[in-house]
C-alpha cells in the first residue's frame, strides 16, 4: 500500500539535492527570495567553472579562439543597432486576480499542450482566442487574464547621472564581440577564418521564470562567434567531423506535423543542404561530443531546426541542441545561428565604422568603381564642430549604400545623421583593383552554462542500494578526492592529515572528513560525486599503503602513498583506469 503521497521526479529531487548539499539554491532566502536568480555554493561553483573549463578545452584551445571579456552594460544604440530594442519581446498576460504575469505562449504548451511551433507564430489575437478556446487559467488562483501584450525583456538602465543615457543589460555576449569586431580582426592578423567567445553573465528579464535553471532571470551564456569568408571552403576541421552522425528534427517535418529524426552524417546533411554552413555542421558535432563528455548518451540527444517564424531576427538558419529531461521533456542547451553578415553590417551602419575586411586578388582586377566625397561646403553650416567627424564617417561608408538610399528615399541615415544629396558627391571611373573589402560571415553556437549544470546533475543522478550518487564524469566532478581516517585514533587521523595535505600541494581538490562512520562519510561522497574516496587504515601506519574506494562501483584497490599523486594525475587526465590504480584490495 502506499500513503498516497506522490513520488517526486527527478527535478525536484535534484533541485532539493543541490539546496542541501551546497550546488545551490534560490538567492536572496531570508528576503522570501526572487525568483529566476540562483546562487551557488562550492560544489555548484566548481561544477559549473569545470563544464566551462572542458567547453574551453574543446572549443577554444584546440581552434585557437580568442577570447574576450566585455562589459554587461551597453548603450542604448548597440542594441538598437543589432535589433534587440525591436525583436527582443514577448507575449505576457497578467491574471486580473491575483495580478501575477505569465509568458502566454508558455502556458499554452503547459496546459494546452500547443507545440513551441505553433505557439510562436500566432499574433497576440490569435494567442487570446487560444487562450479563451482552451479555457487556461491563472496557474497560482484561478483566475481570469487580461489581454495579452509584448514585454520587452532587456533590463533596461541609465548610464551615469543623466536619465537620457539609456543603457541595456545584455542579453547575450554577442554583441560585446561584434561591436569590437575591428579590433579583434587586428589580432586575428586579419587572417580569416577565425573566432572569438565571450563567457560571462547576462540578464533577461523573463516574465514567469518557473524552472530552476532551465530558465533564470541572470545567467551564465557562452557565446562563440566564429567569422569566414562566405565564398571560401576554409573548414579545415571539417575531415574531422564528417563521419559524425547528427539527430536532426527538420524543419520540413515540423511543418508536416511529422516527429520524424533524421540520423544522418554532418557529411550528409551538408551534402543534402540540411545544413547551409560548414562550420555551423561542424560546431554541432563538437556540440555533441561535449555533451556526450557530460554524461548524456547519444539517443538524448537532438537538433531541431528552427522554422522562420521562431528564429531570431539575425539568423538565416537556425538549430536548437536539445537534451531530454524528466520534468520538462527536450530542453535546449545550445543553439547554433548562421548569423551570416547581419551584425557586421548593421553596426556599419549604425556606428558609421567599417566592418569590412580586406581580401587580396592573386591578379589585380580593373572595373569601374563608385567614389563618395563629403563636402564640407555644406556640412559645415549644418552639423558645424561635428562637420569634419561627419565627414570622416561619410567617407567609410559604400557609396552604392548611400546612392541607394538616396534615390530611394532622398536621403541616408548615417547613424543619427540625415545625409542628404547635396551634402556629398558621388563619382564613378575605372581602377585597378588589388582587392576587395567584404563583410565576414558568422556561426554562432551558443550555450547555457547554467543549463549545461542542471543536465550534468541530472544525468549523474543515480540510485545503488537505496543511496543517491552523483556519478559526474571523473573530469568534471567538483571534488576530486575524499580523504578519510578508518577511526578517529590511534594516530590515523593524523596520517590522514598528511596525505590530505600531500594532494592538495599536488593540485587536487580533496575534501578530508571524519566525522560519523566510514560508511557514512561515503555514502555522503557519493551524494555529491566524488569519484574516488582514499581510507587511512592500520595498515597505513604499518606499510604506508591506503586504499581507494571507487565511487561507482565502490571496489577498492590499495596503493603506496608514495605513487598517488602520479597515479591520480592520470586518472582525472583520463590516461588511466581504476584498476590501474593499485592492486585490488578486499576489506
Keep these: 500500500m502506499t500513503d498516497g ?158 536619465s537620457e543615457a539609456v543603457g541595456y543589460g545584455r542579453p547575450e555576449a554577442a554583441q560585446g564581440i561584434f561591436v569590437e569586431f575591428r579590433r579583434l580582426c587586428e589580432m586575428a592578423r586579419e587572417k580569416l577564418p577565425f573566432g572569438v567567445i565571450q563567457i560571462g553573465h547576462a540578464l533577461r528579464n523573463e516574465i514567469s521564470p518557473r524552472q530552476g535553471l532551465i530558465r533564470l532571470r541572470e545567467f551564465t551564456i557562452i557565446d562563440l562567434e566564429f567569422f569566414f569568408d562566405p565564398e571560401e571552403s576554409d ?8 563521419g559524425e552522425t547528427l539527430r536532426l528534427f527538420l524543419a520540413e517535418n515540423k511543418l508536416r506535423g511529422s516527429e520524424e529524426i533524421v540520423e544522418i552524417t554532418v557529411k550528409e546533411a551538408l551534402e543534402k543542404g540540411y545544413i547551409k554552413a560548414e562550420w555551423q555542421a561542424v560546431f554541432m558535432a563538437l556540440a555533441k561530443k561535449l555533451l556526450a563528455d557530460l554524461g548524456v548518451p547519444p539517443e538524448k540527444q537532438r537538433f531541431i531546426e528552427k522554422l522562420p517564424w521562431e528564429r531570431a531576427h539575425y539568423a538565416l538558419q537556425s538549430f536548437d541542441q536539445e537534451v531530454y529531461v524528466e520534468r520538462w521533456g527536450w530542453v535546449e542547451v545550445s543553439g547554433h545561428a548562421y548569423r551570416t553578415d547581419y551584425d557586421l553590417k548593421r553596426h556599419m551602419k549604425f556606428s558609421g565604422v567599417d566592418m569590412r575586411v580586406f581580401k587580396e586578388y592573386e591578379k589585380p582586377l580593373e572595373r569601374e568603381q563608385a567614389f563618395i566625397k ?129 594532494l592538495l600541494n599536488e593540485g587536487f581538490i580533496v575534501e578530508y572528513d571524519e566525522a560519523g562512520s566510514i560508511g557514512r ?53 583520463w590516461k588511466a583506469n581504476f584498476e590501474d590504480l593499485g592492486k585490488p584490495f578486499e576489506g
Aim: a positive charge.
Design 235 to 242: 573548414c579545415f576541421l571539417l575531415k574531422n567531423v564528417e
Design 5 to 162: 503521497t506522490k513520488t517526486p521526479d527527478k527535478f525536484t529531487i535534484i533541485n532539493e539535492l543541490a539546496r542541501r548539499r551546497g550546488f545551490f539554491w534560490q538567492s536572496y532566502e531570508i528576503y522570501g527570495g526572487v525568483s529566476g536568480f540562483v546562487t551557488y555554493g562550492f560544489l555548484g561553483a566548481k561544477l559549473k567553472q569545470k563544464i566551462e573549463s572542458k567547453l574551453r578545452e574543446l572549443f577554444v584551445s584546440k581552434l585557437g579562439i580568442l577570447e574576450i571579456e566585455s562589459p554587461v552594460i551597453s548603450p542604448s544604440k548597440v542594441f538598437e543597432a543589432s535589433g534587440h530594442v525591436d525583436h527582443f519581446k514577448e507575449p505576457m498576460v497578467e491574471c486580473q486576480k491575483c495580478k501575477k504575469r505569465f509568458r502566454a505562449d508558455h502556458l499554452l504548451r503547459e496546459f494546452a499542450k500547443i507545440s513551441e511551433a505553433e505557439a510562436e507564430k500566432l499574433s497576440l489575437k490569435e494567442l487570446k482566442e487560444t487562450m479563451e478556446k482552451n479555457e487556461i487559467r491563472c496557474p497560482e488562483c484561478s483566475g481570469t487574464f487580461g489581454e495579452p501584450k509584448y514585454f520587452l525583456t532587456m533590463f533596461k538602465t541609465t548610464i551615469g547621472p543623466y
Design 521 to 573: 562519510r561515503y555514502a555522503r561522497a557519493d551524494e555529491i560525486g566524488i569519484p574516488l574516496g582514499i581510507t587511512v587504515d592500520y595498515e597505513t601506519l604499518k606499510d604506508n599503503t591506503v586504499t581507494i574506494r571507487d565511487r561507482d562501483s565502490w571496489k577498492q584497490v590499495r596503493t603506496r602513498v608514495i605513487d598517488l599523486p602520479e597515479l591520480l594525475h592520470k586518472y582525472f587526465r
Design 374 to 502: 563629403p563636402l564640407m561646403a555644406k556640412l559645415g553650416p549644418i552639423f558645424k564642430t561635428e562637420a569634419a567627424e561627419v565627414a570622416e564617417m561619410i567617407s567609410g561608408v559604400d557609396p552604392c549604400e548611400v546612392a541607394s538610399s538616396i534615390k530611394k528615399d532622398g536621403y541616408y541615415m548615417l547613424g543619427e545623421c540625415k545625409i542628404l544629396p547635396e551634402h556629398v558627391e558621388i563619382t564613378r571611373r575605372k581602377v585597378k583593383e588589388q582587392g576587395k573589402r567584404f563583410f565576414p560571415h558568422v556561426v554562432e553556437p551558443s550555450f547555457g552554462s547554467d543549463r549545461l549544470v542542471y543536465v550534468a546533475l541530472e544525468y549523474a543522478y543515480r540510485i545503488k542500494d537505496d543511496r543517491a550518487i552523483l556519478s559526474f564524469p571523473r573530469d568534471i566532478a567538483p571534488m576530486q578526492v575524499g580523504v578519510y581516517p578508518l577511526v578517529s585514533k590511534d594516530g590515523l587521523p593524523e596520517k590522514a592529515l598528511q596525505v590530505y595535505r600531500m
